[in-house]
């Protein structure tokens, strides 16, 4: 038995004993008033839909495998199978996610299938009708070519089947929508509010990106953390909780669990748990999801439920099935989900490394519709003793909340006496401005310091003059 005959068998297995299910709600309706609850919890919307979805599969069986013909095709349609079978699997462990959410995956699901069913049948279709033309074709080429002195290729035009393809004729729902601008200014779109302000805005994408051990996942967990409470993260500020989902892509869980109860021991609050959920690899059965696949993508769906943050930490481990890193088409599948995340509602925040260059590592087309693109830097004067100590800077700030400027800051993460950890932080302007008087007060030249610090000669005068004006330095000192 193939791979996929032995999904459809395990799916209609599934379909079996739900369908059970199904015939015992309907017979309990017709005798009691009281809804009707399975031992095991599973309700009958749950039921019916995935017998609808497994129909679709048995449907469609016979249409995806004639379609098949080539290796490719072959392994698309296993993967299709397969993120069907990935919802079965969700629906057979019991609901991990709101009603609506799952209907909003099934459907989803559903249409998936129907795509690529009508899109692999019109491809063959095409295929055989280009193959059956071929000869005439090439005669009508070659006694073109020879009548107009032209021994180039003729260009094909797109049957009629093709134009009202590419144009959604025969799909309304793909038809493109055209605004005037009169409809565009009187369409109703909620202004975008601020979800840690003033930068991290509702429906927004964004980057965080430093170099490995600079303290990327220190920051995403203190946003994600602030955002799930309704707290602060250095200074930003989250108005209210909202559901976050945290994708750890590397931490080992004993790491994630001990950085999360050093958040949770240093503040005082209390806040609802459930708001910021988990999926770490660790505890999972399998990999974790691909987001470069259809399938990875639609079991992080089914887990989302209705966070309105994702974090997703980080793409080197979350992004997997890309031949070239530096290859913009590597990016294609996972920017066309996250610009889904955002039509429905949501935000998300990646992490990625940085690469030799110092830049975010890969293709700079991740940018392209990022609202918001953090960079982790080590202060001049860094050592390893010091931990997680940084500065953060903002490479790109798109609509801040407010109209407020988003200034550099420096941050460092101490240890009190009781053994709490707690952020601290200053200006980045404020923290050069003491590190130019103390290298000053050590003797150091106005080029030596500036070379010291990484900035300009200019930057070091500036700081002089004003610590003569205060009378931190004294008047005459070069």
Same mark, same amino acid.
């Given at each position: 038995m193939s791979t996929t005959e032995r999904r459809i068998a395990e799916l209609q297995a599934l379909r079996g004993r739900h369908d059970a299910h199904v015939v015992a709600w309907r017979e309990h309706l017709a005798n009691s008033e009281l809804p009707y609850s399975p031992s095991n919890g599973?309700? *009958?919307?749950?039921?019916? &839909?995935? &017998?609808?979805? %497994?129909? #679709?599969? #048995?449907?469609r069986r016979e249409q995806l495998t004639a379609s098949a013909e080539s290796a490719a095709q072959r392994v698309n349609c296993e993967r299709v199978l397969g993120s069907a079978e990935v919802l079965a699997k969700i629906h057979a462990d019991g609901p991990i996610m709101p009603a609506k959410a799952r209907g909003n995956a099934e459907t989803r699901a559903i249409e998936l299938l129907d795509r690529r069913a009508e899109a692999r049948k019109r491809s063959a279709a095409n295929a055989r009708a280009l193959d059956d033309e071929s000869?005439?074709? *090439?005669?009508?080429?070659?006694?073109?070519?020879?009548? &107009?002195? *032209?021994?180039?290729?003729? $260009?094909?035009?797109?049957?009629?089947?093709?134009?009202?393809?590419?144009? !959604?004729?025969?799909?309304?729902?793909?038809? %493109?929508? #055209? %605004?005037?601008?009169?409809?565009l200014l009187t369409l109703e779109i909620p202004n975008r509010g601020a979800i840690l302000s003033r930068w991290l805005l509702t429906q927004s994408l964004n980057m965080l990106h430093s170099f490995r051990g600079f303290g990327k996942t220190h920051v995403a967990l203190g946003i994600g953390y602030a955002v799930a409470t309704g707290g602060t993260f250095l200074t930003w500020k989250a108005e209210r909780a909202r559901p976050v989902l945290y994708l750890d892509g590397e931490m080992p869980a004993a790491a994630l669990r001990d950085r999360l109860k050093a958040l949770v021991e240093a503040d005082e609050r209390d806040f609802d748990p459930a708001m910021l959920r988990i999926v770490t690899p660790d505890v999972q059965d399998g990999p974790m999801p691909d987001l470069a696949t259809a399938e990875g993508q639609l079991l992080v769906e089914a887990a989302i439920g209705d966070a309105e943050l994702i974090i997703v930490d980080n793409i080197s481990t979350l992004v997997r099935d890309t031949e070239r890193e530096? *290859?913009?088409?590597?990016?294609? $599948? #996972? !920017?066309a989900w996250a610009l889904r995340m955002r039509q429905r509602g949501r935000s998300v925040l990646f992490v990625h490394h940085d690469g030799k260059s110092g830049e975010q590592r890969g293709t700079s087309k991740r940018e392209d519709t990022l609202d918001a693109v953090i960079q982790l830097k080590r202060p001049a004067d860094y050592t390893p003793d010091q931990g997680a100590r940084f500065e953060i800077h903002f490479r790109k700030h798109r609509n801040s909340a407010g109209g407020a400027e988003v200034k550099p800051i420096e941050a460092k993460l101490t240890t009190g006496p009781d053994g709490r950890q707690a952020w601290i932080w200053r200006d980045i302007e404020d923290s050069t401005h003491d590190r130019v008087v103390a290298l000053h007060a050590d003797g150091l030249k106005p080029g030596e310091i500036a070379a010291e610090l990484g900035v300009n000669k200019s930057t070091v005068s500036r700081h002089l003059k004003?610590?003569?004006?205060?009378g931190e330095v004294a008047n005459g000192a070069s």
């Open positions: 599973r309700s *009958d919307h749950r039921c019916a &839909s995935l &017998s609808r979805l %497994l129909h #679709v599969l #048995v449907a000869p005439h074709r *090439d005669q009508q080429n070659a006694t073109a070519r020879d009548s &107009s002195g *032209d021994n180039g290729p003729r $260009e094909r035009r797109a049957t009629d089947e093709e134009r009202a393809a590419l144009e !959604g004729r025969d799909d309304p729902s793909r038809a %493109l929508k #055209v %605004l005037t601008i009169a409809d530096n *290859d913009a088409e590597s990016w294609r $599948e #996972v !920017g004003t610590a003569r004006e205060y």
